[in-house]
Nanobody, 123 residues
Framework: QVQLVESGGRLVQAGGSLRLSCAAS????????MGWFRQAPGKEREFVAG????????YYADSVKGRFTISRLNGRNTVYLQMNSLKPEDTGVYYC????????????????WGQGTQVTVSS
């Protein structure tokens, strides 16, 4: 089992920055691929960013490329999502996910999920 706990979400003005954290615990969590997804009200959950277990593979949704950066600190089993130049359309609940396999850009196939952290970007 792997447990994931997200933090860092809050209300921020458009153009601002936030850093989300996801703390993973459980056996072999440092060898898992990790990802961030988000879900806006009335919309389906969508892929935001993903990182391979080694950190060498980085994947981003087109809508966040150049603005968001995913990183991981394996020694502390933590994954971060640095979000810059935030827009109102970035508003949503952000979820951390983990899988022993490869990064997937759809929400199927991820074995573990956190409870989510709310990000609200005001215009």
């Amino acid at each position: 089992q792997v447990q994931l706990v997200e933090s860092g979400g809050r209300l921020v003005q458009a153009g601002g920055s936030l850093r989300l954290s996801c703390a993973a615990s459980g056996r072999t969590s440092s060898t898992y691929a990790m990802g961030w997804f988000r879900q806006a009200p009335g919309k389906e959950r969508e892929f935001v960013a993903g990182i391979s277990w080694s950190g060498a593979g980085l994947y981003y949704a087109d809508s966040v490329k150049g603005r968001f950066t995913i990183s991981r600190l394996n020694g502390r089993n933590t994954v971060y999502l640095q979000m810059n130049s935030l827009k109102p359309e970035d508003t949503g609940v952000y979820y951390c996910a983990a899988t022993p396999g490869s990064v997937r850009t759809i929400d199927r196939g991820w074995d573990y999920w956190g409870q989510g952290t709310q990000v609200t970007v005001s215009s």
